[in-house]
């Protein structure tokens, strides 16, 4: 009889202390590491690699876990663990498959440079790594025969990028959302064209209620012939050539660059910029308008004064040149 309540209490002690054991946090490793658990994983294996990072002391740790869980399926991915954590915790996070991501915005109006040095401040790639890969239309030369780059299909939104993402992998999710949203606005307009004028409503137009007086007084200057004068084209030729230097100058305003509107009449070769949707569906529905030109506000809004003769434009900039040098 004592033999047996001997082996009770030892059976219980045994009992507690591994699920004790299950419960107390672990961390065999001394700063943050990455456990990349490939697709086809067994679950031994995963015990094997979570043992061998340090986040759990054994393997056996990790399956004990599990069935204490009543876990059935695990998740592969590539996780970060940076404190001490259970084995049930362990366990629990790759079965939500909680795995490690950054978050990449790219706000609308932004061009592959921008987009570039953001990756790099996140630490996937160099800037130039990401710029070299939107140099190649390969991605995007279906939908525009006619694009020079990826430029204008790399559309603005918020992406989940991993530290394994390369930069033609991060190119392939944006021009990829940029074709759901194209397909979503339903139109048979010329696809290049579209975009490269929408790029120059994006980066002229502060306040969206502008866009589509913006898009028109653009339209209007194409239909006529009439040069369009974007201070935006004649920045984004300086930063293909890498001289821009923070502002424009008159050497940028009189080069022959493609891209320069000021001595090109028509559309530069292709967006300066990638738009988003609001500006998309601007150039697609512009505003019914008569103005040729649109000088800013010298109200701090951001907006501008739009106008249909030369005359009127001069007293608006006359206007405007008063009010910032009181």
């Known amino acids: 009889m004592k033999l047996a309540r001997w082996a009770a209490a030892l059976v219980l002690i045994a009992g507690g202390s591994c699920f004790y054991r299950m419960l107390a946090p672990y961390a065999g490793f001394g700063q943050e590491i990455f456990v990349d658990i490939p697709h086809g994983t067994t679950s031994q294996g995963m015990a094997r690699m979570l043992a061998d990072a340090g986040v759990v002391r054994s393997p056996l740790d990790f399956t004990a876990a599990r069935l204490l869980a009543h876990t059935r399926v695990l998740q ?183 891209y320069n509107t000021y001595q090109h009449a028509g559309l530069p070769p292709g967006p300066i910029a990638n738009p988003g949707l609001a500006s998309l569906r601007a150039v697609l529905g512009p505003a019914d308008s008569a103005a040729l030109y649109f000088v800013l506000r010298p109200d701090g809004s951001g907006g501008h004064q739009f106008s249909a003769t030369i005359a009127e434009h001069d007293k608006a900039v006359a206007r405007y040149h008063r009010a910032i040098h009181q």
Request: proline share 5%.
């Open 76 to 258: 592969a991915g590539e996780y970060r663990f940076n404190r001490a954590a259970s084995p049930i915790e362990v366990v629990r996070r790759i079965a939500r498959g909680d795995v490690f991501y950054y978050l990449l915005v790219v706000p609308e109006g932004k061009n592959m440079f921008d987009i570039g040095a953001a990756a790099e401040q996140l630490g996937l790639f160099s800037a130039d790594q990401f710029v070299a890969a939107a140099h190649d239309p390969s991605l995007i030369r279906d939908l525009d025969p006619k694009a020079p780059s990826l430029e204008g299909y790399l559309f603005p939104n918020t992406y989940r990028v991993g530290r394994h993402t390369t930069p033609e992998m991060l190119a392939r999710q944006m021009t990829t959302k940029f074709r759901e949203v194209w397909r979503s606005l339903g139109t048979t307009a010329d696809v290049h064209d579209t975009v490269t004028l929408a790029s120059m409503v994006e980066r002229e137009g502060k306040l969206a209620e502008e866009r589509p007086e913006i898009a028109a007084v653009f339209e209007n200057r194409l239909r006529i012939g009439m040069k369009l004068d974007c201070d935006p084209t004649t920045i984004y030729a300086a930063l293909l050539r890498n001289s821009y230097r923070g502002t424009i100058y008159r050497s940028d305003l009189q080069s022959t660059d493609p």
